[in-house]
């Protein structure tokens, strides 16, 4: 599976943005896919994931209530609807498939990463 994320920049605390993950390789609607993160010196964290139908989704408690993970199962492509950002929002954003459902959402269990795009919320 090809993974390629989009959607990151620059946005003042309070704002939204909206990151995509186009993918390809596979059938899309199969595996599971999540949201991960990294901050400068800081460990990548799991943000959200969602099951192939797009019926059943995750969140780390930190952006419960003010992220929105959906998926596109024609345009084979998953969002992270990202609003109310705060600066501790700022890391690098992975996108990632959990070919079996089997990763419990550990960053050791995903199959597959894309290359990540980078969210930075300053004024």
């Known amino acids: 599976v090809q993974l390629q994320a989009s959607g990151g920049g620059l946005v003042q605390p309070g704002g939204s943005l909206r990151l995509s993950c186009a993918a390809s390789?596979?059938?899309?609607?199969?595996?599971?896919m999540g949201w991960f993160r990294q901050a400068p010196g800081k460990e990548r964290e799991f943000v959200s994931a969602?099951?192939?139908?797009?019926?059943?989704?995750y969140y780390a408690d930190s952006v419960k209530g003010r992220f929105t993970i959906s998926r596109d199962n024609v345009k084979n492509t998953m969002y992270l609807q990202m609003n109310s950002l705060k600066p501790e929002d700022t890391a690098v954003y992975y996108c990632?498939?959990?070919?079996?459902?089997?990763?419990?959402?550990?960053?050791?269990?995903?199959?597959?990463w894309g290359k990540g795009t980078q969210v930075t919320v300053s004024s």
């Open positions: 390789g596979r059938t899309f609607s199969d595996y599971a």
């Open positions: 969602i099951d192939g139908s797009g019926g059943t989704t």
């Open positions: 990632a498939v959990d070919l079996d459902y089997g990763s419990g959402w550990s960053i050791y269990g995903m199959d597959y």
